[in-house]
């Protein structure tokens, strides 16, 4: 019986063969078994990738026992998310990613004038409200430099920040090669979650756009150039120097994630603005009681929001849509 392959099924054979990253090949892999159409005729190969995957897992959980002639797995290419959400900081030599880590976090890397300072990913969390957020600050992307665990970093991660030197001559060439590097690897940035490939070889991963070192009445212009590199993006400008600009960063990276604060409080009491429950835009008050207990969701009689826009102790039922900033009170 014919196995009845798609065409792009051996071109990405061809690219699995040839790949020699073990998590990229891991991923290729699984790509591929999915595309396999399941019946008789590729029940030999669908074995065979089967066992692939499960050997190149393996590889993956025992670090330096790489097969001879692979490059040993990288320990970088996939750190434990942490918070409401995972920011990738990317962007060429001396942009500002590590200052950037470094005035929004309580992370301590290393800041020099000199390029290539950072070479290992480091993290911080970002303290916005009462929401923590993780950044990831990374070794630049440029024509001398490209680590080969960026690419499982950025698929890893929720959100891409493009950083982009506004004080950089070259800033619109440097992002250009970022943007190609990435899409060699197979990785494409787009301004929405919603946008995705027909080519199921490629991730598309949301990011925003950060023109750092701006400087008034120099960087308007730049930013204009901006625009036009990634039209539809969300855009922030920032400086170390600014305060008021790395809280609009926070709120920017915030908003980029698609999810709301909700407080909780419980009747008579005043409610507990420390520890929101964070749910998807759009998100209803059963999801809400679900967030807290699927015991509590399903007891639910009614719940009563207070918020803009309501009318405030307004009694609503479990399909009711919540916005950022409610405060909801269940009764059961
Ligand atoms: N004027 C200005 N300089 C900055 C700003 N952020 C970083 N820098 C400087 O840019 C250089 C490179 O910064 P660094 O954070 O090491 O860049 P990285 O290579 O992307 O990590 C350093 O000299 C920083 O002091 C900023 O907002 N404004
Ligand atoms: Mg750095």
Same mark, same amino acid.
Request: aromatic content about 8%; charged content about 30%.
């Given at each position: 019986?014919?196995?009845?392959?798609?065409?792009? +099924?051996?071109?990405l054979?061809?690219?699995?063969?040839?790949?020699?990253?073990?998590?990229?090949?891991?991923?290729?892999?699984q790509?591929?078994l @999915?595309?396999?159409?399941?019946h008789?005729?590729?029940d030999?190969?669908?074995?065979?990738?089967?066992?692939?995957?499960?050997?190149?897992?393996?590889?993956?959980?025992?670090?330096?026992?790489?097969?001879?002639?692979? @490059?040993?797995?990288?320990a970088?290419?996939?750190?434990?998310?942490?918070?409401?959400?995972?920011?990738?900081?990317?962007?060429?030599?001396n942009?500002?990613?590590s200052?950037?880590?470094?005035?929004?976090?309580?992370?301590?890397?290393?800041?020099?004038?000199?390029?290539?300072t950072?070479r290992e990913?480091?993290?911080?969390?970002?303290?916005?409200?009462?929401?923590?957020?993780?950044l990831?600050?990374?070794?630049p992307?440029?024509?001398?430099?490209?680590?080969?665990?960026? =690419?499982?970093?950025? @698929?890893?991660?929720?959100?891409?920040?493009?950083?982009?030197?506004?004080?950089?001559?070259?800033m619109?060439?440097?992002?250009?090669?970022?943007?190609?590097?990435?899409?060699e690897?197979?990785?494409?940035?787009?301004?929405?979650?919603?946008?995705?490939? $027909?080519?199921?070889?490629?991730?598309?991963?949301?990011?925003?756009?950060?023109?750092?070192?701006?400087?008034?009445?120099? /960087?308007?212009h730049k930013?204009?150039?901006?625009e036009?590199?990634?039209?539809?993006?969300?855009?922030?400008?920032t400086?170390?120097?600014d305060?008021? /600009?790395?809280?609009? +960063?926070?709120?920017?990276?915030?908003?980029?994630?698609?999810?709301m @604060?909700?407080?909780?409080?419980?009747?008579?009491?005043?409610?507990?603005?420390?520890?929101?429950?964070?749910?998807?835009? =759009?998100?209803?008050?059963?999801?809400?009681?679900?967030?807290?207990?699927?015991?509590?969701?399903?007891k639910?009689?009614?719940?009563k929001?207070?918020g803009?826009?309501?009318?405030?102790?307004?009694?609503?039922?479990?399909?009711?849509?919540?916005? $950022?900033?409610?405060?909801?009170?269940f009764?059961?």
């Open positions: 019986m014919p196995a009845n392959l798609p065409p792009q +099924f051996y071109e054979d061809r690219e699995f063969k040839a790949e020699k990253d073990t998590r990229e090949k891991l991923r290729m892999a790509e591929l @999915r595309m396999m159409p399941k008789k005729g590729t030999k190969l669908q074995a065979e990738f089967k066992s692939k995957i499960s050997k190149l897992k393996k590889q993956i959980e025992t670090p330096g026992s790489g097969v001879h002639g692979a @490059r040993q797995v990288e970088f290419d996939h750190i434990v998310k942490e918070g409401a959400g995972q920011f990738i900081l990317i962007g060429a030599p942009s500002g990613k200052s950037l880590l470094d005035s929004l976090t309580h992370a301590k890397p290393l800041v020099a004038d000199y390029p290539y950072t990913p480091m993290t911080g969390m970002i303290a916005f409200d009462t929401v923590q957020l993780q990831i600050d990374t070794p992307i440029s024509p001398d430099s490209y680590e080969n665990y960026l =690419g499982g970093l950025i @698929r890893n991660a929720d959100i891409t920040v493009i950083v982009a030197d506004l004080s950089a001559e070259k619109i060439d440097d992002l250009k090669f970022i943007i190609d590097k990435l899409q690897k197979r990785i494409v940035l787009k301004a929405k979650a919603s946008e995705k490939s $027909d080519d199921p070889r490629i991730v598309c991963k949301k990011a925003f756009v950060c023109a750092h070192k701006f400087y008034e009445d120099e /960087s308007h930013l204009k150039d901006l036009e590199l990634f039209p539809h993006f969300a855009m922030v400008a400086s170390i120097l305060d008021d /600009s790395l809280d609009a +960063f926070k709120m920017t990276a915030f908003e980029s994630l698609g999810v @604060r909700v407080y909780t409080k419980r009747a008579g009491h005043e409610p507990d603005y420390k520890d929101p429950l964070i749910l998807h835009l =759009g998100g209803t008050v059963e999801e809400a009681a679900n967030e807290l207990h699927k015991d509590f969701a399903r639910l009689k009614f719940a929001v207070w803009e826009g309501k009318y405030q102790g307004q009694k609503v039922h479990k399909d009711f849509v919540l916005e $950022d900033k409610d405060i909801l009170e009764h059961i």
